[in-house]
């Protein structure tokens, strides 16, 4: 009997023996994995965090570099004074002023081309005026009006359609001149786009009764 209690102490003590090493290697590796773990975090959120404004920098750069203050809109003074419309039988006189819109980069151009027509302009403006139905001047912004003046000041001050037909024929051919030529054709464009107006805008004061 003793022999046998000694015999299952012995066949124990293997068991217990192996059970302590593999409880140090299960421990181990959960100590390198959480390291490797912890190194992999690091090593990513430094290239991010190095990787983010780098980008952000070269978007904006892009965007600062397609904008073109010349694209801006702008207004030049066509009209400003007195009109008079006497289609109800008692003339009535209002305070008129006229932009022509367009862009900064063709405002010395358009403001120009305005000077020297400026006779002709006001005697437009006042002959649509003093036509102008009741219907007409009882609109709050003048929307039919403006359109009317619009319409005659791109006649007088945008070049004939098929110059501009021409200037975008002129850009479509630079742009397939090829990469290398790429902002040559960019300023070329720049160059054959013709001065024009791009819209009107008619502000005046409510109908004053003229004494007679």
């Not at 070329?188 to 109908?207: D, F, M, N, Q, Y």
Request: aromatic fraction near 4%; glycine fraction near 10%; hydrophobic fraction near 35%.
């Amino acid at each position: 009997m003793a022999d046998k209690k000694n015999d299952a102490k012995n066949e124990a003590k293997p068991e217990g023996g192996e059970a302590a090493p593999k409880k140090k290697g299960g421990m181990k590796f959960a100590i390198i994995t959480l390291a490797l773990l912890a190194i992999e975090g690091g090593v990513l959120f430094t290239v991010f965090s190095m990787g983010g404004p780098k980008d952000a920098q070269a978007t904006h750069s892009e965007v600062a570099k397609v904008a073109d203050p010349g694209d801006e809109p702008c207004e030049v003074s066509v009209f400003s004074g007195p009109l008079y419309n006497d289609r109800k039988g008692s003339t009535y006189g209002f305070k008129v002023e006229v932009f022509a819109t367009t862009k900064v980069k063709h405002r010395d151009a358009i403001t120009a081309k305005v000077e020297q027509g400026k006779a002709g302009i006001r005697a437009e403006i006042a002959g649509i005026w003093r036509m102008a139905s009741s219907e007409d001047l009882a609109e709050e912004m003048f929307e039919s009006l403006r359109r009317r003046i619009e319409a005659k000041l791109k006649e007088r001050l945008n070049p004939p359609e098929a110059s501009l037909e021409a200037g975008a024929h002129e850009k479509d051919a630079t742009k397939g001149a090829g990469s290398e030529s790429k902002d040559a054709g960019h300023e070329a464009g720049k160059e054959t786009e013709l001065p024009r107006i791009i819209g009107a805008v008619v502000i005046s004061t409510p109908p004053v009764k003229q004494d007679r």
